[in-house]
């Protein structure tokens, strides 16, 4: 029987439970040293003092590092800019300000504490500018995105304006959703020690090859000379999947104060210099035929960026694939603000996108009177609706189906403010989500041990997500063994390389490397027990035999012994993909319902119950699987009612750095979750046949509950998140 797919526990559970699992921050190292970030009080300008005499002279100050004194990085600190694994820095190279919260020092002390204090008495004087904060105004000068990794940033097939003004229905709607900040459990975390001309790092990353690559090139240094280690990370969610500047200053401050350094960021230091999700404003037309089948969809987004860096919230991507629709344009501006570099946050784009597109749906269904899921059903997109190739896979009428009736969707009454329990106006409302199926260049080695137990390695990452869970799933049953003899390891650049894991690619990129490089190995062990006849080898939880003989049967350590007791190794690497040359289109997909209750006098919303099902390829680990779907509904629901970053206009700063109030759901904030799963196999896309499941969760379900605060209330909104006061 097959390992994979079996909803094992996490292999890392019992490490993580009892402490030992060790997180970028924990190593502990010989004459550790502490660094603190001293962060700029303006939003734009330059510093015209810096007076670091006082914090020198402070107990335990070992130095402090500012643009006065850093060393000088090849091409001022910019020389790795490539994202996504290189960004624009902020690496003391200069006096400019370029938004408030930038660092503009590292204080080294001998203990944490000393750290901070003597940050609090560096002394800085600037000359401000006037900054662009002001996402309003900067839209004005709107620029075309020149390119976005996600795909071409404006396509367009068919005669959409055309078609939409000649349409039988129409809407036209704009749609806005604010800037969010990450906050994972961990914050951004690193050790740097250097031994000579070598630089140990142990960081809190979603992709330790890119931040191999990215300070060595920054520091103007061999990547060999440059280890990256990261067994452990308290969620990433794409702000760990760039190098940021701590990360950079780490390695300088080891470097000048001759120890090992490690920089922890505080919480509030999570929000501004470690990027975050761009908020939008996605205006939508859609046109439709009275039956209700689409004749033309425009979907025009601008966001904001950095003006020290482009980066885009590519919104526009889900609207490119989810409805057959013969005519069709999307374009993405952005607006410059004088901000930190924003990033990519779960489900990039897709996120955001689909709580316009799918508001714009909802608005539509009610304007043609048809039901909000009919209508999708009528322009379900039987092929990529752009290119015309077919998909890889895709269940998502099954979803629907399977989702609606767990839901009871049926008995819904179509009109809004029908549906009331005491105080409550009771709404239900669905929304579809998605995600792209990306893969990427992977390498894997496997090591058969004397004692018939396995050692598997990959240098990807684990972010909490169960790569080493699933991982040694895939092991085991490429080398028919069972889960508990076999050790997987990742997050160490001394391994095989693989990508960065974001975009939810880690499962389709590393599961393929891993198959092979076991297969080699079970491969090099039947030649070893049966040499000309592998073709009759069958092997089963550590044991060979023959399908001819099957008397003749031998243990993996028996086998090992015979050939005199050395181990087997193999090496396999799994090509990526060449994004958009393959002859299917990979994409997953979900049907998203849920019920909202909304008080009719104070106009608290909650969401007793969401039922969704998800088309996402073949299942790994059915346990983890759906635990990962539920924080992504989570999530969403955090995205729909609560998450909002808050820049004050007059200075740039962030007013809610913190977790009290950029708010998250507690647990009594969430109600029942039903997650459900189409029975898939996608070996079109991999050898292993899924998908990827890291992000869609947080797909669809915004838009989900603003349908169902429009059925409950006759109210529709169309910004995020919804709050009371926008229904009272
Ligand atoms: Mo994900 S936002 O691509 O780490």
């Not at 969610?237 to 780490?250: D, I, N, Q, R, Y």
């Not at 470097?255 to 230091?269: E, M, N, T």
């Not at 750095?657 to 969430?670: F, G, K, S, T």
């Not at 292993?688 to 169902?708: K, Q």
Request: hydrophobic share 40%; proline share 6%; glycine share 10%.
């Amino acid at each position: 029987m097959s390992v994979v797919s079996q909803p094992i526990d996490r292999t890392d559970g019992p490490l993580k439970v009892t402490g030992q699992a060790r997180y970028a921050a924990e190593f502990q190292l010989p004459r550790l040293a502490h660094a603190v970030i001293v962060q700029s009080t303006i939003a734009k300008g330059s510093i015209v003092s810096l007076d670091a005499s006082g914090a020198q002279k402070a107990p335990g100050v070992l130095l402090v590092i500012s643009h006065l004194n850093a060393p000088k990085l090849p091409q001022g600190g910019k020389a790795a800019i490539k994202p996504p694994a290189g960004r624009t820095l902020s690496l003391l190279q200069e006096n400019v300000v370029h938004y408030n919260g930038q660092p503009i020092a590292v204080v080294v002390a001998d203990s944490f504490e000393h750290a901070v204090a003597g940050a609090d008495l560096v002394r800085v004087r600037y000359a401000e500018a006037k900054a662009q904060l002001d996402f309003e105004r900067a839209k004005r000068d709107a620029y075309p995105v020149k390119q976005m990794p996600q795909g071409e940033p404006a396509v367009a097939w068919g005669e959409s304006d055309k078609a939409l003004g000649a349409a039988e229905v129409r809407i036209e709607q704009t749609y806005t959703t604010p800037m969010e900040t990450h906050n994972p459990m961990e914050p951004h975390a690193t050790i740097a020690a250097w031994e000579g001309e070598r630089l140990t790092l142990y960081d809190s990353t979603q992709y330790i090859s890119g931040v191999r690559e990215t300070v060595a090139k920054t520091l103007g240094i061999a990547p060999e000379r440059v280890r990256v280690v990261s067994p452990f990370v308290g969620g990433g969610f794409g702000c760990k999947g760039s190098t940021w500047s701590h990360v950079v200053l780490a390695a300088m401050a080891a470097q000048r104060a001759g120890r090992p350094v490690k920089l922890a960021l505080a919480r509030p230091q999570m929000f501004g210099p470690v990027g975050g999700r761009p908020q939008t404003e996605q205006r939508i037309a859609l046109g439709a035929k009275k039956d209700g089948s689409l004749v033309a969809i425009r979907h025009d987004v601008v966001s904001h960026t950095s003006l020290m860096e482009d980066f885009t919230e590519p919104a526009t991507m889900p609207t490119r694939a989810l409805y057959a629709c013969p005519n069709a344009a999307v374009s993405q501006r952005l607006a410059a603000l004088d901000v930190g570099v924003p990033t990519f946050q779960r489900a990039p784009g897709e996120s955001s996108g689909t709580f316009a597109l799918e508001s714009a749906m909802d608005e539509l269904a009610y304007a043609l009177g048809i039901d909000p899921l009919e209508l999708r059903l009528i322009n379900y997109a039987e092929a990529d609706p752009r290119t015309g190739k077919p998909w890889s896979s895709k269940m998502l009428r099954e979803c629907y189906a399977d989702a609606a009736e767990r839901f009871g969707w049926a008995k819904r009454p179509a009109k809004p403010r029908a549906l009331r329990e005491g105080h409550a106006l009771v709404g239900w409302g669905m929304a579809t989500a998605t995600y792209p199926a990306h893969r990427r260049p992977a390498a894997a080695m496997a090591r058969l041990l004397p004692d018939g137990t396995a050692l598997v390695r990959s240098g990807t990452q684990d972010l909490g997500t169960g790569t080493y869970t699933v991982m040694t799933q895939v092991a085991a049953d490429a080398l028919a063994l069972a889960p508990e003899r076999i050790d997987f390891e990742l997050g160490d650049t001394l391994m095989p390389p693989a990508g960065v894991s974001g975009g939810s690619t880690t499962v389709a990129s590393v599961a393929p490397a891993v198959k092979a490089a076991c297969e080699e190995v079970r491969g090099k062990l039947a030649s070893l027990f049966a040499p000309g006849r592998e073709q009759d080898v069958v092997a089963e939880n550590g044991w060979l035999w023959l399908k001819s003989q099957p008397s003749r049967r031998e243990s993996y350590a028996a086998i090992l012994a015979r050939a005199g007791g050395a181990p087997l190794e193999a090496q396999a690497k799994a090509e990526g993909e060449e994004r958009d040359k393959g002859p299917y289109a990979t994409r997953s997909f979900g049907g998203v319902f849920c019920e909202v209750r909304v008080d009719e006098d104070l106009g608290r919303i909650s969401v007793p119950r969401i039922v969704a099902a998800y088309s996402v390829g073949r299942l790994m680990n059915a346990k983890l699987a759906r635990s990962q779907l539920i924080g992504g509904l989570v999530w969403g629901v955090s995205m729909a009612l609560m998450e909002e970053t808050h820049l004050d206009l007059r200075d740039g700063r962030i007013v809610n750095a913190n977790l009290a109030e950029y708010h998250v759901p507690v647990n009594a904030d969430i109600g029942a979750i039903d997650v459900s799963f189409c029975d898939e196999n996608d070996t079109r896309f991999n050898p292993v046949g899924a998908r990827g499941i890291g992000e869609i969760g947080i797909t669809g379900i915004p838009a989900a509950i603003a349908n169902a605060v429009y059925h409950a209330t006759g109210r529709r909104i169309r910004k995020l998140p919804i709050l009371l006061d926008d229904l009272i």
